[in-house]
C-alpha cells in the first residue's frame, strides 16, 4: 500500500518486526531501510570564523547549480552525500561562525536526507499531531488545553464520563487512553451518529469499545422530561446506522490486522488513511440512499434490521446509564454554543463530579458561567487558558523558541455540588421571568459560594 | 472514598475537602466524634458528615454553610500540608499527558516531596499500574507514606527512602515513564535509563533554573535519548465580571439626546444579555485577568528512550 507523507512516497512493508521509535530511511523505490545512528560529519567543520564582517550575500556562494543537484538528486545518491557536496561547495562555509554551520548543515539534512521514525500512537502524538495538521478538525483544541482537560476532569480508570465532542473523536480517544478501558464513557453525538476517525487512530483494543456507549444529543429533551422512547428512534438515522456500522467493522479489521503484525502504523499516515476511509464511507452511504429503494433493498432488509436492532438495543444502555443521573464527570469539547449544552447534560452528573467545557472562544463561555451561577449546583467555577512555551535548548544557544501558539482554547471547569430542592424550581423560574431577582441571588451567590 | 475511586456517601475515615466558598478549602479526616471549626461555625462530623453524600451543603452551627466534597489529586494538590514547594495542577496535566501516562503505567518519580504529583500519577496508573518514588528525606518519605495509607492508595506505591543520584530507583527495566523533580536532575539521568523497560519509554525533568536545563539535556543526549523537548506552561485564570464604563459627555446638545444617539450608532447595544445604557454608562461581560498570576514554576523537559 503506498503511502504519501511529507511530498515523499513509500510502501510500510519493510517496517514490520521493527519495534517502536525506528528509524528509516526512503529510498527512491518507495522502500524504507532501517537508519542507524551515523556518526556526525564533524571532521569537515572545524574550521570556522568568529564572525559575520567579511559574509557578503552575492547569490554566490553556492558553486552548484539547480541543474548540478537535480541531476545528483536523479542519480539516486544518498542524501547525506548531496548535503556533503553542497558544503564543499559553498564558499562562505569556512567563514560562517561554528553555530553557523551546524544551522547550515541542520538545514540541509532536512532538506535532502528523508528519514521517518515511527511511533506508537498516543494522546500525546495525537494530539499534537492533530493541532498541528488539521487544528480546524478539533476546533484548535490545543493539546496542552487537552492535556488539562484530563486532569481537571479527573479522568481515571472507573469513571462514568459522559463526552460531547466534535473533536473528530480526539478527546474520546483520549479519554479512553486514561481510563484503559475499566468503566465506561457515553457519548453523546450531533446528527447522525458519533465521528471517530480520530478515535480509530489510537489502536485500542476490542475491549475498550464495549462500554462505550453513544446516545444522540437530539433525544437528550425527551430523556429528561421522561417521553423518551426508542420506537421513534431508528426512522431517521437508518442510513447512519449503516454508515457507523461500518465504519467501526473497517476499524476493527485494521486493529486486527495491526495486532497480527504486531506492526504499527505511524500515526500520521494512520490518519490520512482514516480520512479515506471516512470518505469511502460517505460514498457508500450515498449510494444506499439512491439505492435504498432499489433492487438492493431486498438483501439488506435482514442485515439491516439486525444492525438497527442492535443499534437499539445499545441505545436503551446508553439512556438507562443516562437515567441514572450519576455520571462520574462531563466533558464538552464542541462547535456548538457551550451553555445549553451543559445546562442540560449537567443534570445526568452526580454531586461532587468535575466538569470542564472546552471553547475556542472566551465569550460563550463567560455566559455559560453567569447561567451556571443562576441555576446553582455548581461551585468552584473557573475560567482558564494555558500559555505553552517551547524553548531551543543547546550549549550557548537556549532561548525561547521564536514563535508560540496565539492560542489553544478556553476551559470552563467546575465542581457539581447537591443542587438546593425547592430553591432550583423557583430560581429557574425567576430566572426565566425575572432578571431582576435572579442576579441578585446571583451576587449573593457569588458572596458566599 | 479513596483518591482512586468515587464513593457516594461519606464514611469514617475518609478524607474530604471541606469547600468555605471563593477557592478557600481545606482538607478534613472524618472521624466518630470529631468536630471542625469553620468560620461558620462548627461541623461534627458524626452528625453533619458521616452518611451524607458527597456534594452535600452543610449546615454549620453559626447558620453558614460549606459544601463537602470527595477528594480528588487536584483538590488535594490545592489543600494539603506542604512540606516542600509542590507541582501544580498545570504541569501535572502537561506532564501526565507528555509522559503517556494511563492505567498499567508503571513510574519512578522522585522526588516525593509532598506528594502533589505522586497523587495525580497514582491516579492515573491506577488500578493495575505502580508508582515507584524516591525520597531522601526520611522524615518526608514516612509521612508520604502514612497518607498514601489514609487514602487508600498504598497498594499502588512504593515510597523508597534513598537518594536518587546515588543509588537510583531501586528498580530496573520496568518503567514506562520517569519524573525527576530534583536539584541535579543530570545525576540520575543514568539510574533513569535503567530504570525504563528495555524497549523504551519517557523521561521528564523539572527545574525552575535554564542551567539546570541545560546540563539535563546534555545529560540525556550522552545517555542516547532522543526527542529532547523543553518547555513551559503557563495558566491565566480569569475572573468573571460585569464591567460598567461611562460614556463621556462631549457637550452634546440635550434634544440632541447623546444616549440614543450612542445606541443608535452601536448595534451591539440592542443585545440587552451583555450590553445595557442605563444612565451613560456601557454595561459588559469581561474575563479580567487575575492581577498576579505564576509567571514561571518550572521548566520541562521530556524525552524519549526507545
Known amino acids: ?449 | 472514598m479513596s483518591f482512586v475511586e468515587y464513593g457516594d456517601t461519606i464514611k469514617d475515615g475518609d478524607t474530604a475537602i471541606v469547600f468555605l466558598g471563593h477557592e478557600s478549602m481545606f482538607p478534613v479526616k472524618v472521624q466518630h466524634g470529631t468536630v471542625t471549626q469553620t468560620k461558620y461555625g462548627v461541623i461534627r462530623h458524626s452528625t453533619d458528615l458521616i452518611g451524607k453524600k458527597y456534594g452535600s451543603k452543610v449546615t454549620c452551627s453559626k447558620g453558614g454553610w460549606v459544601f463537602i466534597l470527595h477528594p480528588t489529586p487536584e483538590l488535594w494538590t490545592m489543600n494539603l500540608p506542604h512540606r516542600t514547594q509542590i507541582l501544580y495542577s498545570t504541569d501535572i496535566s502537561i506532564i501526565t499527558m507528555m509522559l503517556e501516562l494511563k492505567p498499567g503505567s508503571i513510574v519512578c518519580e522522585s522526588g516525593t516531596g509532598s506528594g502533589s504529583l505522586s497523587h495525580a500519577l497514582i491516579r492515573t496508573v491506577a488500578p493495575t499500574g505502580h508508582l515507584y518514588t524516591v525520597e531522601f528525606h526520611q522524615q518526608r518519605a514516612e509521612k508520604a507514606k502514612e497518607e498514601f495509607r489514609e487514602h487508600g492508595v498504598e497498594h499502588l506505591v512504593t515510597v523508597t527512602n534513598q537518594d536518587v543520584c546515588k543509588n537510583g530507583f531501586g528498580v530496573s527495566n520496568i518503567a514506562d515513564a520517569v519524573f525527576l523533580d530534583i536539584p541535579s536532575p543530570w545525576e540520575a539521568i543514568g539510574h533513569a535509563k535503567s530504570a525504563l523497560k528495555a524497549e523504551g519509554g519517557r523521561i521528564c525533568s523539572f527545574s525552575p533554573c535554564i542551567e539546570q536545563v541545560q546540563r539535563t539535556c546534555l545529560a540525556m543526549e550522552e545517555y542516547g535519548f532522543t526527542e529532547i523537548n523543553t518547555l513551559e506552561i503557563l495558566l491565566r485564570v480569569y475572573n468573571v465580571r460585569t464591567i460598567s464604563l461611562q460614556i463621556p459627555d462631549l457637550g452634546k446638545a440635550a434634544e440632541d439626546n447623546s444616549s440614543t444617539g450612542f445606541d443608535s450608532s452601536n448595534p451591539s447595544n440592542q443585545d440587552s444579555s451583555c450590553t445595557n445604557l442605563q444612565q451613560g454608562t456601557v454595561q459588559f461581560k469581561s474575563g479580567v485577568p487575575l492581577r498576579e498570576m505564576v509567571g514561571h514554576t518550572g521548566y520541562l523537559t521530556f524525552a524519549t528512550k526507545s
Open chain 1, 1 to 449: 500500500r503506498k503511502i504519501i507523507f511529507e511530498k515523499q512516497w513509500f510502501y510500510l512493508d519493510n517496517a514490520i518486526g521493527h519495534i517502536y521509535g525506528t528509524t528509516f530511511e526512503v529510498t527512491s523505490g518507495g522502500n524504507l531501510q532501517p537508519k542507524q545512528e551515523v556518526e556526525d560529519t564533524t571532521t569537515e567543520t572545524k574550521e570556522a570564523g568568529t564572525d559575520n564582517r567579511n559574509i557578503v550575500d552575492d547569490g554566490k556562494s553556492q558553486k552548484l547549480t539547480h541543474d548540478d543537484i537535480k541531476a545528483l538528486k536523479d542519480k539516486g545518491i544518498k542524501g547525506q552525500e548531496i548535503v556533503q557536496q553542497l558544503i564543499e561547495n559553498s564558499t562562505t562555509f569556512r567563514d560562517k561562525t561554528e553555530f553557523a554551520q551546524d544551522k547550515y548543515i541542520k538545514k540541509k539534512k532536512k532538506k535532502y536526507e528523508a528519514v521517518i521514525t515511527i511511533v506508537k500512537p498516543s494522546t500525546r502524538i495525537l494530539s499534537t499531531m492533530y493541532y498541528a495538521r488539521e487544528p480546524g478538525k478539533i476546533n484548535h483544541l490545543r493539546y496542552d488545553t487537552l492535556a488539562q482537560m484530563l486532569t481537571l476532569g479527573n479522568i481515571r480508570a472507573g469513571n462514568k464520563m459522559i463526552v460531547m465532542e466534535t473533536c473528530a473523536g480526539l478527546v474520546l480517544g483520549a479519554v479512553m487512553e486514561r481510563m484503559g478501558g475499566y468503566g465506561s464513557i457515553i457519548q453523546m453525538y450531533p446528527g447522525g451518529g458519533p465521528v471517530r476517525a480520530a478515535t480509530s487512530c489510537f489502536g485500542f483494543p476490542k475491549l475498550f469499545f464495549d462500554n462505550l456507549h453513544e446516545f444522540p444529543l437530539s433525544k437528550v429533551d425527551s430523556l429528561l422530561s421522561g417521553t423518551f422512547s426508542t420506537e421513534t428512534l431508528p426512522s431517521e438515522p437508518e442510513d447512519n446506522a449503516l454508515v457507523e456500522e461500518e465504519s467501526n467493522g473497517l476499524t476493527g479489521k485494521k486493529q486486527a490486522s495491526l495486532q497480527e503484525t504486531e506492526e504499527d502504523t505511524n500515526t500520521e499516515t494512520a490518519m490520512e488513511i482514516n480520512e479515506t476511509e471516512e470518505q469511502e464511507t460517505t460514498d457508500i452511504d450515498a449510494e444506499n440512499v439512491e439505492f435504498k429503494e432499489n433492487k438492493e433493498k431486498e438483501n439488506r432488509e435482514n442485515v439491516r434490521e439486525k444492525k438497527q436492532w442492535e443499534r437499539r438495543k445499545k441505545l436503551i444502555e446508553a439512556a438507562a446509564l443516562l437515567r441514572e443521573k450519576n455520571a462520574d464527570g462531563l466533558i464538552v469539547a464542541s462547535k456548538f454554543h457551550p451553555t445549553p449544552l451543559l445546562l442540560t447534560l449537567l443534570e445526568f452528573v452526580a454531586p461532587s463530579r468535575p466538569f470542564v467545557v472546552y471553547c475556542l472562544y472566551k465569550e460563550p463561555l463567560l455566559e455559560c458561567y453567569t447561567k451556571l451561577r443562576e441555576r446553582g449546583g455548581v461551585i468552584n467555577l473557573k475560567l482558564s487558558e494555558t500559555w505553552l512555551r517551547n524553548y531551543q535548548v543547546l550549549p550557548d544557544r537556549s532561548h525561547p523558541k521564536l514563535t508560540m501558539s496565539g492560542g489553544g482554547g478556553y476551559l470552563l471547569s467546575g465542581i457539581t455540588v447537591v443542587l438546593d430542592k425547592g430553591k432550583t424550581d423557583a430560581s429557574n423560574l425567576e430566572a426565566l421571568k425575572m432578571e431582576e431577582p435572579s442576579s441578585k441571588r446571583c451576587k449573593v451567590q457569588d458572596l458566599h459560594c
